[in-house]
């Protein structure tokens, strides 16, 4: 079924680009979106974008909507301390959780439950009320206890999908890649979509 709701959490890992493109497509395709964003997530995309978001919630938010073209209330953004946000309770969780990118840290830290902060009890949420979950892991390699996190978090239904575009469709930009990706959390969405051909489409 297609998600109405989708929580969005981008952290500091590399990979900007993917959570960006994807927070667009959502947007698009008028879902609400609940955005997450770490402190290392903003420091990240102003080195790899050069993109110098404004550091309230409410700034974000609208500037984001005004970028993507958000309907009026679409677009929620919450900042991490925000222990009243719909989806700190598994009364309010969204349909579907996204950590684009994830880095290990963030991994660990839902693996083992933590919920320190917002960031970490919405993916926690999203994992005891069985919503879906996607953690979009970028790092390389992958040590012996990044697996050993995943297997613990895939064991528990949780979709890993490391950053790892493909070339078979013959990629000519960055972008193209970027689509790759974002095409295939889409489809594990139940999200439609034209970045991507499927397998064997001509």
């Known amino acids: 079924m297609k998600p109405k709701t ?7 890992a590399s990979g900007a680009d ?17 955005l997450l964003l770490s402190r290392p997530a903003r ?9 110098n978001l404004p550091s309230r919630a409410k700034e974000i938010a ?12 679409q677009l929620e953004v919450f900042e991490k301390e925000q222990w009243l946000a719909p989806i700190a309770s598994g009364s309010g969780v969204a349909d579907a959780t996204v950590v684009c990118p994830c880095t290990t840290g963030t991994l660990s830290a839902i693996a083992v439950g933590s919920s320190n902060n917002l960031l970490e009890r919405a993916a926690d949420v999203a994992i005891k009320e069985r919503k ?15 697996l050993q996190n995943m297997l613990s978090l895939s064991q528990m239904g949780v979709v890993i999908m ?19 990706m974002v095409a295939r ?11 991507m051909k499927s397998w064997g489409e001509d």
């Open 43 to 51: 420091i990240v995309i102003k080195m790899e974008k050069g993109l």
């Open 132 to 146: 879906k979950l996607i953690l979009v892991v970028r790092e390389t390699p992958f040590s012996t206890l990044h």
């Open 62 to 73: 609208a500037y984001f909507s005004g970028r993507y073209f958000a309907a009026e209330g």
């Open 185 to 195: 959390i889409l489809d594990h969405l139940s999200l439609s979509h034209n970045l």
């Open 18 to 34: 993917y959570g960006l493109r994807l927070l667009e497509e959502l947007i698009k395709q008028e879902v609400k979106v609940y």
């Open 6 to 12: 989708v929580t969005l959490i981008m952290t500091g």
């Open 162 to 180: 490391p950053a790892n575009p493909g070339f078979y469709q013959q990629p000519k930009t960055i972008d193209d890649l970027i689509d790759f």
